[in-house]
């Protein structure tokens, strides 16, 4: 290849951050252009915070200017329409973008087909709606909350249950703190009899233990049929609710259907270990718009998408040198589940699971992580 390799990465989250910093600690001539609709990484994991008053916007919202003039990237601000020519031109509301190479890491995207969903907020679609709880549980003199999340039954891995809790867990406090939890009722409600199977058996047991504990209400084990505006229905029954709170499960962006990129049955980029778009050339995939081989506990989370961002920076750059690409990720969930002062870490890989009671020591771990994180883009 005559010059400098033309790389395009799609995003601004987690899995399209780290891409970056991987492809420019290999590489200090590539020219890296990022595809996003603005410059600036929202600090999703910090929402859980924002409805008790510990977080705020403009704390989880990181401009990027700063990051992208250091690491010497181009940013063209638009919307992903398209692919052409293999991926080596990507059609966007602002223009074409020719490259040499491409990573996929644009995220997921929530299904929103259950009848009065719009009756529910979905949290983790971002800063607005951890605003629209925290407004609604400020008007609310009592009633019943209802929290929980569904699956893509197409799509086992594409399921982001972790924050459901640390919602239910942080107003249950939220409202102690206030002195007011006596005038509400507090549900957890989940199609699966285990819920957040994903994180492993030890933490079903002790996410239900912690709900029984704090007096949550339980409806598990029943398939959704839809909200009303002050109900949930299941197909076991249904439960008057005040306020919903639900997280569905995940697909592919709506662009992905102008391509002819390979999908998985839930609607994903189908990835290979190495991080490829199965059947396309120099097209990786990283984080939640990717189905990847492995356990069906891979989890949707930052820590996973870091892992596979290394991996397919790596193998991108090996492709563009002619090189066959080798380089794979680990598969390991690692979280706190956070209740505003105190949380519980849970980790799990292919050989054991581990779980460490609700302390203190974890929620200022996980605002450590927070900060030293987001130094890298500040």
Same mark, same amino acid.
């Given at each position: 290849?005559?010059?400098?390799?033309?790389?395009?990465?799609?995003?601004?989250?987690?899995?399209?951050?780290?891409?970056?910093?991987? $492809? @420019?600690? =290999?590489? #200090? +001539?590539?020219?890296?252009?990022? &595809? /996003?609709?603005?410059?600036?990484?929202?600090?999703?994991?910090?929402?859980?915070?924002?409805?008790?008053?510990?977080?705020?916007?403009?704390?989880?919202?990181?401009?990027?200017?700063?990051?992208?003039?250091?690491?010497?990237?181009?940013?063209?601000?638009?919307?992903?329409?398209?692919?052409?020519?293999?991926?080596?031109?990507?059609?966007?509301?602002?223009?074409?973008?020719?490259?040499?190479?491409?990573?996929?890491?644009?995220?997921?995207?929530?299904?929103?087909?259950?009848?009065?969903?719009?009756?529910?907020?979905?949290?983790?679609?971002?800063?607005?709606?951890?605003?629209? $709880? @925290?407004? =609604?549980? #400020? +008007?609310?003199?009592?009633?019943? &909350? /209802?929290?929980?999340?569904?699956?893509?039954?197409?799509?086992?891995?594409?399921?982001?249950?972790?924050?459901?809790?640390?919602?239910?867990?942080?107003?249950?406090?939220?409202?102690?703190?206030?002195?007011?939890?006596?005038?509400?009722?507090?549900?957890?409600?989940?199609?699966?009899?285990?819920?957040?199977?994903?994180?492993?058996?030890?933490?079903?047991?002790?996410?239900?233990?912690?709900?029984?504990?704090?007096?949550?209400?339980?409806?598990?084990?029943?398939?959704?049929?839809?909200?009303?505006?002050?109900?949930?229905?299941?197909?076991?029954?249904?439960?008057?609710?005040?306020?919903?709170?639900?997280?569905?499960?995940?697909?592919?962006?709506?662009?992905?259907?102008?391509?002819?990129?390979?999908?998985?049955?839930?609607?994903?980029?189908?990835?290979?270990?190495?991080?490829?778009?199965?059947?396309?050339?120099?097209?990786?995939?990283?984080?939640?718009?990717?189905?990847?081989?492995?356990?069906?506990?891979?989890?949707?989370?930052?820590?996973?998408?870091?892992?596979?961002?290394?991996?397919?920076?790596?193998?991108?750059?090996?492709?563009?040198?002619?090189?066959?690409?080798?380089?794979?990720?680990?598969?390991?969930?690692?979280?706190?589940?956070?209740?505003?002062?105190?949380?519980?870490?849970?980790?799990?890989?292919?050989?054991?699971?581990?779980?460490?009671?609700?302390?203190?020591?974890?929620?200022?771990?996980?605002?450590?992580?927070?900060?030293?994180?987001?130094?890298?883009?500040?």
């Amino acid at each position: 290849m005559s010059g400098p390799a033309r790389i395009t990465v799609i995003g601004a989250g987690f899995g399209a951050l780290s891409t970056v910093r991987e $492809i @420019r600690r =290999r590489d #200090r +001539a590539a020219e890296i252009t990022l &595809i /996003a609709p603005s410059a600036e990484l929202h600090y999703l994991p910090g929402i859980i915070w924002i409805p008790c008053g510990l977080r705020t916007r403009d704390q989880l919202i990181v401009p990027l200017d700063n990051f992208l003039r250091r690491m010497n990237v181009r940013h063209v601000m638009g919307e992903v329409t398209g692919l052409r020519e293999g991926g080596r031109v990507v059609d966007t509301t602002a223009g074409e973008v020719a490259n040499d190479a491409l990573v996929i890491a644009s995220g997921g995207r929530f299904i929103k087909k259950l009848p009065g969903i719009e009756h529910a907020i979905t949290p983790c679609e971002g800063i607005a709606a951890a605003e629209a $709880i @925290r407004d =609604r549980l #400020r +008007a609310m003199t009592g009633g019943t &909350i /209802a929290v929980g999340f569904a699956g893509n039954p197409n799509e086992p891995s594409a399921v982001r249950g972790g924050p459901m809790f640390e919602f239910l867990f942080g107003v249950d406090e939220q409202l102690k703190r206030e002195g007011r939890r006596e005038h509400f009722n507090l549900v957890f409600f989940n199609p699966s009899t285990e819920p957040g199977n994903r994180l492993g058996p030890k933490a079903v047991t002790h996410l239900l233990a912690e709900m029984e504990r704090r007096g949550i209400l339980t409806h598990l084990g029943h398939k959704m049929v839809r909200f009303e505006a002050d109900r949930v229905v299941t197909e076991g029954g249904e439960f008057p609710a005040d306020l919903i709170l639900f997280m569905p499960g995940m697909t592919g962006n709506a662009w992905f259907d102008q391509t002819e990129l390979a999908r998985s049955p839930g609607g994903l980029l189908q990835a290979d270990a190495q991080c490829r778009v199965k059947g396309s050339q120099q097209v990786y995939v990283v984080g939640d718009s990717g189905s990847f081989p492995g356990p069906d506990w891979m989890p949707k989370q930052a820590h996973m998408a870091d892992l596979q961002a290394a991996a397919a920076a790596e193998n991108l750059l090996a492709g563009l040198r002619g090189q066959p690409p080798s380089a794979t990720f680990k598969v390991e969930l690692l979280c706190i589940i956070d209740a505003i002062d105190h949380g519980t870490l849970v980790f799990r890989n292919a050989q054991r699971q581990i779980i460490l009671p609700s302390s203190r020591l974890f929620h200022w771990a996980k605002r450590f992580f927070e900060g030293s994180y987001l130094r890298k883009y500040r």
